[in-house]
Every structure is written in structure tokens, then in C-alpha cells.
């Protein structure tokens, strides 16, 4: 029984070896080419998961609301009626969504689905002293919310208590009010009974990212809120977050096709920022297929010459009965060969690579820029996809090899 | 002339073969033309003729390694004709071994790695019974002391004996040499000569050895003379003693 592929290794690794100086040159060609395809993608999804985090530190995945307010015609014009009125949009105000208490075990329900949270948001003003600052409430309850954006790890000062006149505050609205955790603010929304309400005590500062969300947020009890914004009993938003935000601009869509409310993906509520991450992708997309590309030709014009300086042990081979078919895998190993050789190289040269980042690359503070971390996952998928290259580029010389003609070969 | 007969059931049979180049061309050439030949089981023949007479391209064609333009050629009863590429190089492979007048071994492997490179070829590895009988093999041909030297380190007689024990390591049923010692100086050659005799003795393999030298043509059992692309003398070799055939004028 024929061994598997034990005639074409052996003979593949040979020839290899016999060429030294070419093969040495061309797995370290493939391994700069992994090394730079590897720690780019990684680079790049270092840098696309900061932003994310950033950006969605503070914001849910998928948000349902009330759809907007829309002025509607008195009557409805008839068929070939031209119709030249000019209609001015509703200012909006803050409306609660009917019936959310329902609406919320039917979100947590649905695949991939990993936190919901009834949110009221309005606007109000701060007071404190002499000093006014408006602020972006946000009435919730806190384990829901927590689990929305993780409030509890962006805490600064204090602890995650949220009861009756507590508040959790931005860190940059704490400074321009000069309050600190256990001091007490005054909040007005300028509508509703409960307009003012006295004696809001800060439990916690918060940090969500962003300097504007902290110089205006004012995280409340949600039964606070409603009182503050006039909605008793209601929800403004229902916030939703995913196992895969990739998957939140589908649900959203899926969701408002069938629910009577307005849904927004975080795509659609950041769409420059999926632009731009949409353009680094592709970039990232074109060097590493151009990178891949060179290591094809690389790999390819080395066998080629292979091929010319072995026309007379391949005829040799084809006289003493290897059959084409044992030629060909013998180049194709070799591409192969070249390949894993080379990705194995090039993927402990992106890990130094990162390594060097992580130490030579720091921010103000002394610590890394931002976090890059090689998935065992992506140097497999590059390796993998190295060492088939390698394949691939060993093609054609290897069907070139295959057809020599083993009597004039053998002539050469 | 009359050819000389083969016993009835010949290890290859070749009827009416011809073999042209350039065909259908305006400078086609015919090289072979109608030639009709056989070689018993167990016979020591020598393939003669002046360069261009068609010896090369006849020994192509007997090794399966190019096809005659027409007639038939049986080999061990098979006809080849309408075999495919793939079933000629099997068939090449159970059938045939090869010396080639440059040695041709491959230099990345050991003398040893060398002859055992049939039975990897064949089978994906070498067992320890093919390694013994590779050795047993090189010991045959005076070679047990440079199983591990690779072909560079080798001179060209030992070159020859290493390619000799690859081509009859699998005892194949006819071994072709297309001018074994036409690269060796005299003792080398009578050496290698020496050597394709003993093994022929031994294994019971046919030989056809394609030779300028008709010093050793006369050490052959039958002599076939190419001229022309047709064959114009098969005969056996008159007997004589193994010294004055080593003498004979060339």
C-alpha cells in the first residue's frame, strides 16, 4: 500500500534542502509577509475594538423609542390632487413608549440578546451654588443599565448606589460644579410637578469615554426621572445590547419592520465612525492581499527556476516510474512547505512586533495606546492562509514539472 | 538478413515499429523504420550502430518513454500502444530498470538513498527487509563502503555501480543502459561491464545495453546493429573465452 505522500516529502525536502540558499531566502521572504499581514490585522483590530469600546462604552447596541411625532393632514388628499401646502415639523417632546413593560421581556427573548434596559433621557439643568450646568438625564435601573454599558467599571469616586435621590454624575460636570461624591445638587427640568427636585446626593463619578457625556450626564433612578421629565410609569428608550454589535443594524431593522416604535442600530446612530472603519478595513483588506500576492510570485519564481535546475532528476524520476501525478505533489510540497516554514516564522516575528508596540508605543500616561492582542484564532487564519499561497503558487511550476517530457529531460 | 530468433515467448516483442519526428511537417524525418524485434527472458544483448543510426530513439521507445509512430510493441505480452501516460509509467515502473550513460543518480541523496528510491517510489517508504536488500545490493557491486556518500563524493565507475544496484534493486525483468561506460575510462568500464555480467548471472534479469564500444558489444550474448533507423545485423555473439573477448580489438 503506498505510504501517504512518504516518496514525494522526502524527495520534496531533498530538493529544498539541496537549494539552501534559495529556500532560506524565500521562507523569509513569506515570513516578512506574515509578519506585516499578521500584525496589521492585528494592529487593525486593536485599534477598531479601542474605538468601539470607546464609542459604545456609553451607548446601547440597539435603541427602541416611540417613533418621532409627525404632523398629520386633516384629510387625505384625493387621487390627482396636487397638494401645495407647506407643513412644519412637530417640535418633539418626550413621550413614553406605550406599553414598554411588555415590549421588554419580548427584546430579552430574542436570539443573541444579552441585556434590556428601560431608560427615560431628558434635558435639565444642574445647580449648585451659584454655578448652572445643563445636563443629559438619565433615569435607570441600575444592574440593567449596568449591564448595558458597564457602569460599574467606569466609576471614578464612590459606589454604585442608585436609591431614592441618589445620582451618579460625569467627572467633568462634578469638577464644574466642584462637588465630590456624598454632596448634594439641585436638578430642574423646567417642566412637569416635579420641576425642581432638591437634594440630589452624589453617590458615584463616572468616566464613560467621551468628554462631552461626562460634562453632562446625570445618571437618576428611573422612578426619579419619570417624575423629573413628566412621564410617570413611562420609558422614553429601551436600550439593547448584543452578544455581536455587528448583528445590531439587522435587528434593528428586523425589529422595527415588525414593532410600532422607532429602532436605531449604533451603526446607524454612528455612521461616520463605520465609515471610517468600513475604509480601514478594506485598506487593510488591499496591503494584505497585495502582501499575499508578492509572497505568491516570490514562492512561485523560486520553484519555477526549481523546476529548470531539476529537469534532470525530475526526468531521472519519470524514467524511473514516479508518475505525474508524483511530480506534481513533489513541487506542490515544496510550496507548502515554504508556506508553513514561513508563516511559523513570520507569526513569532508579529508577536515581537506587537511586543515592541506595546512597549515603545505609550500615551501621555505611560501606558500603551491602545491594546493589541494576537488571537490564536488570526495567526491560524494568516498561517493558513500562507501556507495555502504557498500551495497555489507552487501550481504551475509543479504542472510544468509533471509534463516534462522524462526522454528529453533526461537528455538535458 | 535473417534476425536472429528469440525463444517463443519473448519478454518484449516490437512489430513493424516506426518512429518519425516532425510528422506531418516539411522537415519531418523518420528515424525508425519498420523494425521488428525480440528480446527473451534472461538474454545479455548489445544495441550497436553509428550515432544517428536511431539506437537512442529505440531505446526510448522500449523504455516506454516515447511512443513509436506505428507498429506495436508487446512488452511481457502487454500491448502498449493504446495504453495511457499514467499505465506506460506503472508499467515502466514494474518492468524496467534504467542506466543512463551520465549516471544520472540524484545528488541530494546518499548512494544507499539512492537505491532504495524505486521501493519509495513504489510503496511511500522503504522497510527494513528494502534497506537490507539495497545494501546487499551495493555490497554486490563493491559499493558497501560508501552507502552514505552522496554521488559528488563518488567517481564515475562508482556513480555507475550505484545507478546499476537502483535499476536492479526491484529485479525488474529487463534493465536498459544506454551507454553505461561511455563516460569511464577503460578499467572503469571493463569494471562497470564486469558488474551488469555478475548481476545478470545472478538475478536472472535481461539486459539491452545501447554501446559505441565493440569490445564489450563482443562480452554481450547477442548483438543487434542499427543502421539507418533499421536493423542490419542480429546475431549471437560467437562464444568465446571471457579473456579474449576483454581483448578484442575494438
Known amino acids: ?412 | 538478413m535473417p534476425a536472429h530468433k528469440a525463444p517463443d515467448t519473448p519478454l518484449l516483442e516490437l512489430g513493424e515499429i516506426s518512429k518519425s519526428y516532425n510528422l506531418d511537417l516539411p522537415n519531418e524525418a523518420e528515424v525508425l523504420h519498420s523494425l521488428s524485434l525480440r528480446i527473451a527472458r534472461g538474454e545479455f544483448v548489445a544495441l550497436i550502430g553509428p550515432s544517428g543510426s536511431g539506437k537512442s530513439t529505440l531505446l526510448n521507445i522500449i523504455g516506454l518513454l516515447e511512443r513509436a509512430t506505428a507498429g506495436s510493441y508487446r512488452i511481457g505480452g502487454e500491448e502498449t500502444r493504446e495504453l495511457n501516460d499514467a499505465a506506460l509509467t506503472l508499467l515502466r515502473r514494474a518492468t524496467l530498470g534504467f542506466v543512463f550513460q551520465f549516471h544520472h543518480l540524484l545528488p541530494a541523496f546518499t548512494a544507499l538513498e539512492n537505491v532504495t528510491l524505486p521501493a519509495l517510489m513504489r510503496e511511500g517508504r522503504v522497510t527494513p527487509a528494502q534497506r537490507e536488500r539495497a545494501l546487499a545490493m551495493l555490497h554486490s557491486v563493491g559499493l558497501q563502503d560508501a552507502t552514505a556518500k552522496r554521488p559528488g563524493e563518488l567517481s564515475g565507475g562508482m556513480q555507475q555501480r550505484v545507478a546499476i544496484a537502483r535499476a536492479l534493486v526491484l529485479e525488474p525483468p529487463l534493465v536498459l543502459a544506454d551507454e553505461p561506460t561511455g563516460n569511464l575510462d577503460t578499467q572503469s568500464a571493463n569494471e562497470v561491464f564486469d558488474v551488469m555480467r555478475r548481476m545478470h548471472a545472478e538475478l536472472k534479469v535481461s539486459f539491452l545495453i545501447v554501446t559505441h564500444d565493440p569490445r564489450l558489444a563482443a562480452r554481450c550474448d547477442r548483438v543487434i546493429e542499427l543502421i539507418d533507423g533499421r536493423i542490419a545485423r542480429d546475431a549471437p555473439v560467437p562464444t568465446s573465452t571471457p579473456d579474449e573477448a576483454k581483448h578484442a580489438a575494438p
Request: with cysteine.
Open chain 1, 1 to 412: 500500500m503506498q505510504h501517504s505522500l512518504g516518496f514525494e516529502r522526502r524527495v520534496a525536502t531533498r530538493f529544498l534542502r539541496e537549494g539552501r540558499m534559495q529556500t532560506v531566502l524565500i521562507i523569509i521572504g513569506v515570513a516578512a509577509g506574515v509578519a506585516v499581514v499578521t500584525y496589521i490585522s492585528a494592529l487593525i483590530t486593536g485599534l477598531q475594538k479601542n474605538t468601539l469600546d470607546k464609542t459604545l462604552g456609553a451607548q446601547a447596541h440597539v435603541t427602541l423609542s416611540e417613533r418621532d411625532d409627525a404632523v398629520l393632514p386633516a384629510l387625505a388628499p384625493a387621487p390627482g390632487t396636487l397638494v401645495l401646502a407647506q407643513t412644519q415639523a412637530r417640535a418633539q417632546r418626550p413621550r413614553s413608549i406605550a406599553n414598554w413593560q411588555a415590549v421588554v421581556p419580548l427584546l430579552e427573548a430574542l436570539p443573541g440578546v444579552t441585556a434590556v434596559s428601560p431608560m427615560v433621557a431628558g434635558a435639565g439643568l444642574a445647580l449648585r451654588g451659584e454655578a448652572t450646568q445643563s445636563i443629559a438625564l438619565v433615569g435607570v435601573e441600575l444592574e440593567r443599565y449596568d449591564r448595558i454599558i458597564g457602569l460599574r467599571s467606569k466609576l471614578t469616586a464612590g459606589a454604585a448606589q442608585l436609591g431614592p435621590g441618589d445620582g451618579i454624575i460625569g467627572r467633568e460636570l462634578a469638577a464644574n460644579l466642584g462637588v465630590r461624591v456624598g454632596d448634594r445638587i439641585a436638578i430642574t427640568t423646567g417642566s412637569g410637578p416635579a420641576a425642581v427636585t432638591d437634594g440630589l446626593r452624589v453617590t458615584a463619578l463616572v468616566d464613560l469615554g467621551v468628554r462631552e457625556l461626562n460634562r453632562r450626564t446625570v445618571i437618576v433612578p428611573l422612578r426619579t426621572a419619570q417624575s423629573l421629565v413628566g412621564l410617570p410609569g413611562g420609558v422614553t428608550n429601551l436600550d439593547i445590547t448584543l452578544d455581536d454589535i455587528w448583528s445590531a443594524q439587522a435587528l434593528a431593522t428586523d425589529l422595527a419592520a415588525r414593532l410600532p416604535y422607532k429602532v436605531e442600530g449604533w451603526q446607524e446612530a454612528n455612521a461616520s465612525l463605520v465609515s471610517a472603519l468600513n475604509a480601514q478595513s478594506i485598506s487593510t483588506g488591499v496591503i494584505r492581499a497585495v502582501v499575499m500576492v508578492v509572497v505568491v510570485l516570490g514562492i512561485a519564481s523560486v520553484l519555477v527556476v526549481s523546476v529548470v535546475q531539476k529537469r534532470r532528476e525530475i526526468g531521472i524520476l519519470r524514467a524511473m516510474g514516479a508518475t505525474q501525478g508524483q511530480v506534481l505533489r513533489i513541487f506542490l510540497l515544496q510550496g507548502a512547505i515554504v508556506g508553513a516554514l514561513g508563516s511559523v516564522i513570520g507569526v513569532v516575528l508579529a508577536v515581537a512586533l506587537i511586543w515592541a508596540f506595546s512597549r515603545l508605543a505609550l500615551g501621555a500616561d505611560g501606558l500603551p495606546l491602545f491594546l493589541i492582542t494576537l488571537h490564536p484564532a488570526l495567526a491560524l487564519q494568516v498561517a493558513g492562509v500562507a501556507t495555502l499561497c504557498g500551495v497555489l503558487a507552487a501550481v504551475a511550476p509543479a504542472r510544468r514539472a509533471a509534463r516534462l517530457d522524462p526522454a528529453q529531460a533526461i537528455r538535458m
